[in-house]
């Protein structure tokens, strides 16, 4: 059998469960935080990300897959403390987030830079996937890049490079932070074909903020996961136009490509928390399973397709097709 490598350890595939294939615990960047957050208080946080992810699992979640990378503050460490006390299943990513540029660290070193070298983007993450995170002895599961609406920057493009052909050698899958509004997915899916990646192991994040069924149909023709991922962020698309984006792909016939999930957080430093609660009171990791799942029944969507979009879509893209396990049944 299959095993998957979580921030506490590697667990047997049969464990994965019920997945939330898109969230984030921490979004806290650690320059930032030592330079400009002097009241942060790391045991109150940590106490509070674990009373949350407590309410994750009561809600009958078994796994959450954080896309957090560096770039948007990864500390693989304090999540796994979260994550031990929670006893939620808590994936780590690889990868590096940017809309434009890449960190000075990587301007300077690389095929035809100053300090020619190979891609050290590719070896940063393979060892990542591989040996672990620093000194930690975490794993990543999966790879994660960015392509906004700033477009193909030279270093947006050479991280999606180094993401595909880390794929490649390492067989992880990948996610893709997209903007359908710019049809960003289109980019991802031709810049990671021609790295060898095979699409069907992508998921094309951010996808749901669009009404546009058409496009969508597109993206998942193509073979990648369509990630309906911001449930609760009604400040970007009325939660309505997301429900009735996701009744229609599944009416199409393409609830296997389907990633629901939310991209919520314990904390970001992205955003004031009080300004947050106004603007986007909904945008919590509890929208899938209090909100969406009710409003499926209600249409009539039977309960394995249910089974489907949350156990054996995020399971077949964590883990390849030859994965062979029984679902779970959605609690």
Known sequence: MQTINTVTGPIDA?????????????????????NFLPDWDEEAQ?????????????????????????????????VRR????????????????????????????????????PEPLVEAFVRDLTDGIGRTGIKAAALACVIEAEGLTHGVERIVRAVGQASVAT??????HTNPHTRSGLIAQRILSEEGVDLRRVMLAHSGDTGDVEHLRHLAEAGSL????????????????????LLALIDAGFADQLILSQSAFCYSDWFDPAKMAELAPNWNYRQIHERVLPELRAHGVPEETLTTMLVDVPRRFLLGANEQGL?????
């Open 82 to 117: 979260v994550a031990e006390q929670a006893e939620l299943n808590v994936l780590a990513a690889t990868g590096l987030f940017t809309y434009s540029d890449l960190p000075l660290q990587f301007h300077y070193t690389g095929p035809g830079l100053g300090f020619d070298a």
């Open 14 to 34: 049969s464990a994965l469960g019920t997945v939330l294939a898109h969230e984030h615990v921490f979004v806290l960047n650690e320059d930032y935080r030592l």
């Open 327 to 331: 679902p779970t049944p959605i609690r």
């Open 171 to 176: 067989g992880a899958p990948v996610i893709v």
């Open 226 to 245: 369509v990630g309906l991922d911001r449930f609760g962020v009604d400040l970007l698309l009325p939660h309505a136009t997301r429900m009735a984006t």
């Open 46 to 78: 940590v106490a509070h990300a674990v009373q949350r992810l407590s309410e994750v699992k009561a809600l009958g979640v078994d796994t959450l897959l954080d896309v957090s990378v560096p770039g948007m503050g990864r500390h693989v460490e304090r």
